[in-house]
């Protein structure tokens, strides 16, 4: 495989020639969306036919961010008049020093402003395995959004393609370690490293953890491949025969690589299937170290198993051959469901017992509403829970369904109807939904579990299991004083 990539490096003061251009130029996410009517870069970039040509017609006209669009976005050839117009001598000089520029008067890459930044990679006619995808797709978005943004020390993304999230980790991380299998993977994200000016960012080849090995990380960011073969190949998107080869590997891998309190942020897209659903054989492939290790696992979007071939088959311009291969495959799985969402795995400390959620998210809630919940059951999951003091939190019914016995209605079944981050119907046992109402933030877990113990008889572990419910429903947030989770 060739490992060329159609760019060269230049002095670091070229690159930032180049970068405050580009960053004064008005070519960003937000002119391409409004310019073309576009929901998102990735409609702009997958469009077809009729939608296709809407947008093309759309690249002629006048203006610095048009031109740049032409050129970087559109694939469109430049004219001498035109640059001249528009870009000044010297950047002129390094667009060709780069290659950003080539002697068709043509970028021969992608490059596409994303979250601040400017990102090259491959046009999609580009036809090797080692394709290197722009993240600018629906999915690699979704990825960056929800990845931990919160300050940390060392960071790593597995699987960086093009590096974007290395690239948006380097403003919060003090040292980010970027790792890809793919050779022009890393030529691409070495690249977009020094166009983009982030200096603490270590980019490496190898398959999964190989290059770090030894290594400890504050947060650990995935968005692996996890296409199963049938659909081809291409390194980026392939995950093995049931598409979730890398990231069973990657799970399994993970805890050597998790220093204390570490997290593990990836997306996942993988099969509920008869004998096991998607958690558990996440927690399986955790293995022993699964006891040292909470996870949760945040479900977006949910498929019928053939409903989600044949979308695939659809987005992909398969022909309906390739929906019996899913049907096969899927058969042969016993899938039940395809699920698509967030995975977070985080190394405890101590030797507390390890929870594994799942739970079906809005898709409007933010990784910060995602981590909340997941912060709050690790509180509660804390040795010293009891002398917490929960607090009622907002966005919650209760219903609760009676029927008539001799002549009365008697309260039959409680249910707490949730709604965002976690919109669910969670039942509950009665002693759960009257103590709910006592919990002003004044009354410690301890006092609430003797209440607990004297008017219903729930003995601990039964109290810690409602708990836990309470609190991961989001009904419940367990408050220290003045902390909150
Ligand atoms: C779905 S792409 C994600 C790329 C990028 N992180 C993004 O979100 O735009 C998966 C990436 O994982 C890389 N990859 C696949 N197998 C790998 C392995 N065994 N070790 C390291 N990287 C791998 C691919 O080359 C590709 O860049």
Redo the contacts with the bound molecule.
């Keep these: 495989m060739p490992a060329e990539i159609p760019l060269r490096f230049v002095a670091k003061d070229e690159f930032a020639t180049l970068r405050s251009f580009l960053e004064a130029s008005g070519y960003s996410e937000a002119f391409l969306l409004e310019h073309f009517g576009a929901v998102s870069l990735h409609d702009l970039l997958g469009a077809s036919g009729a939608r296709r040509q809407a947008f093309d017609d759309r690249y002629r006209g006048e203006g610095l961010p048009l031109f740049l669009a032409r050129l970087f976005f559109g694939g469109k050839q430049a004219t001498g008049a035109e640059l001249d117009r528009y870009v000044p001598a010297g950047v002129q000089t390094t667009l060709r020093g780069t290659g950003l520029l080539d002697d068709a008067m043509r970028c021969p890459v992608l490059l596409h402003p994303a979250f601040g930044f400017c990102i090259a990679s491959d046009r999609t006619d580009y036809a090797g395995a ?1 394709f ?4 600018a ?1 629906g ?2 978005r979704q ?2 959004r929800y990845i931990g943004k919160e300050p940390c020390g060392r960071f790593l ?9 290395a690239l948006v980790a380097s403003s919060f991380a003090r040292e980010v370690w970027a ?4 050779e022009r ?1 890393v030529r691409y994200a070495e690249w977009n490293c020094g166009l983009n000016l982030a200096e603490n960012i270590h980019v490496r080849q ?3 953890f190989e290059p770090v090995r030894g290594m400890r990380f504050d947060r650990i960011v ?5 296409e199963p073969s049938l659909t081809g190949d291409v ?4 995950g093995g025969e049931d598409g979730e080869a ?1 990231l069973a ?1 990657l799970i399994a891998e993970t805890p050597q690589y998790l220093a204390p309190a570490g997290r593990l942020y990836c ?1 996942v897209e993988g099969t509920d299937r008869e004998a096991e659903t998607l958690d558990r054989r996440v927690v399986r492939w955790l293995g022993e170290a699964g006891a040292e290790h909470d996870s949760a696992l945040f479900v977006r979007d949910r498929y019928e198993p053939m409903q989600f071939a044949i979308r695939q088959t659809v987005l992909s311009n398969h022909d309906s051959a390739a929906v019996e291969q899913w049907a096969e495959l899927y058969g042969r799985l016993g899938a039940r469901a395809v699920l698509i969402g967030h995975l977070i795995v985080e190394r405890h400390e101590g030797t507390r017992r390890s929870f594994h959620l799942r739970g079906q998210y809005d898709p409007e809630a933010s990784i910060r509403d995602l981590e909340g919940c997941f912060d709050r059951q690790v509180a509660v999951a804390g040795g010293e829970f009891r002398e917490f003091r929960p607090v009622l939190q907002g966005g919650w019914e209760l219903h609760v369904r009676h029927k008539p016995v001799q002549g009365d209605m008697h309260p039959e079944r409680y249910t707490f109807v949730t709604r965002a981050p976690l919109p669910e119907e969670w039942d509950v046992s009665p002693w759960m939904a009257r103590m709910v109402t006592r919990c002003d933030g004044a009354i410690t877990m301890e006092q609430h579990a003797r209440w607990a113990e004297t008017n219903a008889g729930v003995g601990a572990e039964e109290f810690a299991g409602g708990m836990r419910l309470l609190t991961w429903a989001g009904v419940l947030a367990p408050s220290r004083g003045e902390e909150q989770w």
């Design positions: 080692d290197v995808m722009s993240g797709e999915l690699c990825f960056v993304d597995m699987g960086t393609g093009a590096g974007i999230a790792v890809d299998i793919v993977a190898g398959d999964l995935c968005n692996p491949p996890f390194v980026f998107s392939c890398i590997r997306q």
